[in-house]
């Protein structure tokens, strides 16, 4: 279970991050649509899991996480590319890596 908790855990944390920073106007209906997403795959692995061996359903979770692994790739280059290397918008400001968020005061409305 280790082997598992730990990965999922840091992709929950980097998937959540990435949908606030790419979609900081609409936030709700980003995190909504996200959610619906995985409820909807969750209930399509349970609709064929009656259906396929263990070692096919094994298959297909690793083809599926192959495909989400080079589409998170791909958009973390282009995010890299279209913003300047490692340069993100938080709150209207330009972070960098070498920017710590320690320093930037957020604006509470």
């Not at 070692?55 to 979770?61: N, Q, S, V």
């Not at 599926?64 to 589409?71: D, G």
């Not at 938080?90 to 070498?98: H, I, P, W």
Request: glycine residues 6%; aromatic residues 14%; hydrophobic residues 45%.
């Amino acid at each position: 279970m280790f082997l598992y908790g730990v990965p999922d855990g840091v992709f929950a944390i980097q998937f959540s991050s990435m949908i606030g920073l790419l979609f900081s106007s609409t936030k709700e209906a980003a995190f909504s649509t996200s959610k619906l997403m995985s409820a909807l795959a969750l209930a399509i692995g349970f609709s064929y899991a009656p259906y396929f061996c263990m070692a096919t359903k094994t298959y297909i979770l690793l083809v599926l996480l192959f495909m989400a692994m080079v589409s998170y790739t791909c958009l973390e280059v282009y995010l890299r590319k279209k913003n300047g290397h490692s340069s993100v918008e938080f709150e209207g400001k330009q972070l960098t890596s070498k920017t710590s968020l320690e320093n930037v005061e957020p604006d509470i409305v």
